[in-house]
Each structure stands twice: as structure tokens, then as C-alpha cells.
């Protein structure tokens, strides 16, 4: 069975990190294309980011709104995503989901059960 | 304000049709990106209706279609069922933001 399981949430205060894990089971991580995805309080899903498979360049897109304080990485040989996240702010308060992401048509098909980090002093 | 505009909410009796619209923009929809569609019920995961606009992933029930035309998309639901009362979500890619776009989202009630 393919399963996507999110770790790491909790409370922190402004200006503080935290680091999201995301394991992944029942298919093979490391040609995966992986995403970030949140939905904030009172609003919809919200793109975070996405890291290419190895194979691919491994390389990562942010969404503006955390672009130079979210860093998206990988671990294959854990088949385990990171989504690491500095400078946090108030509006990042949200439940992250991880998901697997199409290389071409850009959408998530597989997705994590998400976790909650709220930003709050 | 969301990129790809849908409408807040749409309601039907159970058995009816519904329609969701998506409209986007040159830099999105209307450049050829495909537009996909996600079924999102509280304290549970998003789960993949259609993509690439029109496709089915297995095990979503034929009652669910989508089609697309120039810059905006449709989400049609038949049969509509309780189980069904949901927030749905299209999403593409937008050329200009390089970056993958979601709709507000709309909230469907079966009445």
C-alpha cells in the first residue's frame, strides 16, 4: 500500500524553525517527484513546494510566499521527504500535507493524512 | 485571492447534477496546462478526482467528470450523493508565477 505520514508539527514562536519529516512506504521514493502542499485557516490548499527525483537533478521549487525561508529536501535512502522551515510566520499556522507530484502534469496524487504547525507566541 | 477562480459554494438534492467551474488566465489554463481536481472532506487528506482534465484515477466512480475549454475548466458530479458533501479544488500550473496553482475552492451541499 502506498502511504505518505507526516511528522514533526507542533507549536513554535514567530521568528523560530521547525522541521517537517514525511516517510514514505509501498512505492519506489527515490523516482519520486515529491510536494509540499498547506491549507491555512479559513482558506483553501496552497502550494508550498517540490523537489525533482535524483534522476531528474533533485532540484526544488518554492512558492513565493516561502521562498528563502522553507527549504525542501530529501533523504532516498530513508525514503524520507523534509520540509525544513526558518524565519516562521503567524500566516504559516496550517496543516501541511506531503504528496507525491506528477513529472509532467504537475498534480499530487498520493497524499499524506498532514500535520499541524502553528505559529504562535 | 486565488489565481484560478471558482465559486464559494454550489448546492444540490441528492440524485441531482452539479457544476463547478474553474477559470484561470493565459498564463495558466488558457496556455494548455492541464487543470486537475481534488475532493477534500474535513481532518482527511485531499484525494485526486480527475487529471489532466479528464481523466479518472481508479477507483473514482464515473458520476465525476471534467472537462476544459479555453482558459476554464468544469467539474460535473451526477448522481449527487450525501457522501459527496465535500470542498473541491482545481489546480494547475502557471507559467508566470512558476508555480502550481489552486482554486479557492467550493464548498458542495447535498441537500
Known amino acids: 500500500e502506498v502511504q505518505l505520514v507526516e511528522s514533526g508539527g507542533g507549536l513554535v514562536k514567530p521568528g523560530g524553525s521547525l522541521r517537517l519529516s514525511c516517510a514514505a512506504s509501498?512505492?519506489?521514493?527515490?523516482?519520486?517527484?515529491m510536494s509540499w502542499v498547506r491549507q491555512t485557516p479559513g482558506k483553501g490548499l496552497e502550494w508550498v513546494g517540490r523537489?525533482?527525483?535524483?534522476?531528474?537533478?533533485?532540484?526544488?521549487d518554492h512558492a513565493a510566499p516561502v521562498q528563502g525561508r522553507f527549504t525542501i529536501s530529501r533523504d532516498d535512502s530513508k525514503d524520507t521527504l523534509f520540509l525544513q522551515m526558518d524565519s516562521l510566520k503567524t500566516e504559516d499556522t496550517g496543516v501541511y500535507y506531503c504528496?507525491?507530484?506528477?513529472?509532467?502534469?504537475?498534480?499530487?496524487?498520493?497524499w499524506g493524512k498532514g500535520i499541524t504547525v502553528t505559529v504562535s507566541s | 485571492q486565488s489565481v484560478l477562480t471558482q465559486p464559494p459554494s454550489v448546492s444540490g438534492a441528492p440524485g441531482q447534477r452539479v457544476t463547478i467551474s474553474c477559470t484561470g488566465s493565459s498564463s495558466n489554463v488558457g496556455a494548455g496546462y492541464d487543470v486537475h481536481w481534488y475532493q477534500h472532506l474535513p481532518e482527511t487528506a485531499p484525494k485526486l478526482l480527475i487529471y489532466g482534465n479528464i481523466n479518472r484515477p481508479s477507483g473514482v466512480p464515473d458520476r465525476f467528470s471534467g472537462s476544459k475549454s479555453g482558459t476554464s475548466a468544469s467539474l460535473a458530479i451526477t448522481g449527487l450523493q450525501p457522501e459527496d458533501e465535500a470542498v473541491y479544488y482545481c489546480q494547475s500550473y502557471d507559467s508566470s508565477l512558476s508555480a502550481v496553482v489552486f482554486g479557492g475552492g467550493t464548498k458542495l451541499t447535498v441537500l
Open positions: 504528496a507525491t507530484c506528477n513529472n509532467t502534469k504537475y498534480y499530487m496524487d498520493v
Open positions: 523537489i525533482k527525483s535524483r534522476d531528474d537533478g533533485g532540484t526544488t
Open positions: 509501498g512505492f519506489t521514493f527515490r523516482n519520486a517527484w
